[in-house]
């Protein structure tokens, strides 16, 4: 399927076309498809909620099983494959009311949350900011980042690059204001983490403490899991630790939002190099049975400038 393409709005599509076309013909399999139906339709018209996927699921198992109708299961199979092929994004058209195709008329996101690399929704926060409600505005950030101050200060911000507001005079400062909640939110004591889904025994290790590697630790620990980050360097943060001056981003706000997962349990390892100090059979002993690479690219790229690399006196960037 193509990006232009909506893979909730084709599936759509498809079941109203099963009707006119009688390839399902017992009744039950067709009253089980047209409430599939109706969900997708709720999914597209924005109308869903948490209950419509695992709604259509049990619909879909239900039309698998019943053998009397050979067509109603080979439509079900179908479905079931297009559900389990793009769950992500029936689950984001569903819960987060965005099409990232912008096929969907009433779930196509601003422009500015378009352009985000994380999604993230940026008139709702903004709006939250706007109203004095800053440590809901950094809810809704860390639904899709975890680290909200940091991004706030570090950002290359191409969300401002599509504000609207720019048509006027100039774009919303959504970067800095990201950077705003957030401060006055931990300088308040209103900077909260999500509550925790409840423990399901894995364990998971992430290798690396970088922007990646924490994402992936915070975002572990809200499902449940039990998480251990690896890093070789002395202090989390990774490259935005050691490769941003100071001056634009004070390490002590790395260690702040660092602190708020560290307080969802995640076990940190510093000075612990994967492949010298541990590897994957002893951190499989100890029960780890998944893991999760984000060891950076703590490299120069070469400009391939005859001399680079004769001098001293030529240093890499990185």
Not at 201 to 206: E, F, I, Y
Not at 246 to 251: D, E, F, G
Request: with cysteine; net charge negative; glycine share 8%.
């Amino acid at each position: 399927m193509s990006p232009s393409q909506c893979p909730v709005h084709e599936t759509l599509l498809e079941l109203q076309k099963i009707p006119d076309s009688r390839r399902v013909v017992h009744p039950r399999s067709r009253r089980l498809i047209e409430e599939v139906t109706t969900l997708v339709q709720d999914i597209v018209a924005a109308r869903a909620g948490a209950e419509h996927l695992p709604s259509i699921d049990a619909l879909v198992a239900e039309v698998c099983a019943f053998s009397d109708d050979p067509a109603g299961v080979e439509t079900g199979l179908w479905l079931r494959e297009r559900l389990s092929e793009y769950r992500e994004v029936f689950r984001s058209h569903a819960l987060d009311r965005n099409c990232t195709a912008s096929v969907c008329d009433h779930l196509t996101p601003a422009p500015c949350q378009m352009a985000c690399p994380a999604g993230i929704d940026v008139p709702t926060y903004v709006s939250l900011i706007a109203l004095g409600r800053d440590d809901e505005a950094i809810e809704v950030v860390r639904r899709d980042n975890p680290l909200p101050w940091v991004c706030g200060l570090v950002c290359t911000r191409p969300c401002e690059l599509m504000c609207v507001r720019a048509r006027i005079d100039t774009p919303v400062s959504i970067k800095f204001l990201k950077a705003f909640a957030a401060e006055r939110a931990m300088s308040w004591g209103r900077y909260h983490n999500p509550p925790r889904a409840s423990a399901t025994g894995r364990k998971v290790c992430v290798i690396g403490a970088g922007p990646g590697g924490l994402s992936a630790a915070y975002y572990l620990a809200l499902h449940g899991h039990s998480v251990r980050v690896v890093e070789a360097l002395p202090r989390a943060g990774g490259m935005i630790m050691v490769g941003i001056p100071r001056y634009r981003l004070p390490s002590d706000i790395i260690d702040r939002e660092v602190a708020m997962i560290e307080e969802l349990g995640v076990e940190f390892r510093f000075n612990t190099r994967f492949g010298q100090d541990v590897d994957l059979e002893s951190l499989r002993g100890e029960g780890f049975a998944a893991f999760f690479f984000a060891v950076g690219a703590h490299a120069s790229f070469n400009l391939g400038i005859g001399g680079e690399h004769d001098f001293p006196q030529v240093h890499g960037a990185v």
